[in-house]
């Protein structure tokens, strides 16, 4: 994409999400277990081998993150004619 339009870089990314009104104890479970499972050197290295690294975030971060997404490709699709009809 950064040889077509220079600046944007596409990544993918897995995000584990649960409704914004899930209280905080209930979401932060599956978070700690996902967190607890990448941690592992074994994980680790498998996904490693498939080309993919963990960066564990905080709701916040995560929130941030796909924020900032929609913003770059929002934007993006905009510039390109996509949705303009």
Do not use: C
Not at 30 to 42: C, G, K, N, T, Y
Not at 48 to 63: F, S, W
């Amino acid at each position: 994409m950064a040889e077509v339009v220079p600046g944007y870089a596409a990544v993918g990314f897995y995000a584990a999400l649960a409704h914004a009104k899930t209280p905080a104890p209930l979401a932060a479970k599956p978070s700690e277990d996902i967190r607890a499972a990448v941690a592992q050197p074994a994980v680790a290295q498998r996904l490693a081998e498939l080309g993919n690294y963990a960066r564990p975030m905080t709701r916040q971060d995560v929130d941030a993150f796909i924020r900032n997404e929609r913003e770059i490709w929002g934007g993006m699709s905009k510039r390109m004619g996509f949705g303009s009809r």
